[in-house]
């Protein structure tokens, strides 16, 4: 990539950058971002662990729509 292209993205507002990141990331295909997220053996056993917890207690999940207000009303 152009720096002159990186410079000028950098100097975007925070939220303007949030957003293009990821645009970029939604505009990969799921065989692009299973080849590009590689992860380490501790990683998919904490994943498993936590699926294995969730399935043994769904309730225990809060909605992501909870978390993102808690979030916001401490900024």
Do not use: F
Not at 34 to 50: C, D, G
Request: hydrophobic content about 45%; overall charge negative.
């Amino acid at each position: 990539m152009a720096t002159d292209i990186l410079d000028d993205l950098l100097r975007l507002p925070a939220s303007e950058r949030a957003n293009l990141a990821l645009a970029l990331w939604e505009s990969l295909s799921d065989t692009e971002r299973e080849a590009e997220v590689v992860l380490t053996s501790e990683q998919r056993a904490e994943l498993a662990r936590r699926l294995a917890e969730h399935e043994a207690d769904p309730g225990s999940a809060i909605p992501w729509e909870v978390i993102e207000r808690k979030h916001r009303a401490l900024g």
